[in-house]
């Protein structure tokens, strides 16, 4: 039973919900830099390079024999998925960046002066009232 307490414990942790949310976006940013590579940046440079579609790019390193298909070396398909990692991880780059501006703006910011401790303020009183 002690298990099962310790698991809900750490399954309820903000971080854990965090990160879960953290995933789910992630996914779904993959799957629209990959849609952005895909139908959108991919067939203009398919046209600069004489329509060839990227991902069709193969080596034949055996033809096929009957029912026996080709075996082929995918290299279009390599070159695609590295494209969309390079455009993700510059899109996370540029988010990272802005945010660790935003925080550096921040903590550039002054400071309101923090409040005298309650030693001082009745020190000061005591001499304000010897002034008098």
């Known amino acids: 039973m002690k298990i099962i307490d310790e698991f809900k414990a750490f399954a ?3 971080n854990v919900a965090d990160m879960a949310v953290g995933i789910i976006l992630g ?3 993959g799957k629209i830099v990959t849609s952005l590579v895909n139908d959108i940046i991919m067939p ?3 046209i600069l390079v004489g329509g060839i579609k990227f ?3 193969s080596l034949v390193l055996k033809e096929a024999v009957g029912e026996t ?3 082929t070396l995918n290299y279009g398909n390599f070159l695609q998925v590295t494209f969309d990692f390079l455009l ?3 899109a996370v780059f540029m988010i990272v960046k802005a945010i660790n501006s ?3 703006k921040e903590d550039a910011a002054p400071a309101a002066p923090a409040a005298p401790p309650k030693q ?4 000061e009183e005591i001499r304000d009232l010897l002034k008098k």
């Open 12 to 14: 309820v942790k903000g």
């Open 27 to 29: 996914v779904a940013f």
């Open 44 to 46: 203009p440079i398919g």
């Open 55 to 57: 991902s069709e790019l």
């Open 69 to 71: 298909p080709a075996v």
């Open 88 to 90: 993700v991880a510059f």
């Open 102 to 104: 935003a925080k550096r």
């Open 120 to 123: 001082e303020v009745l020190l």
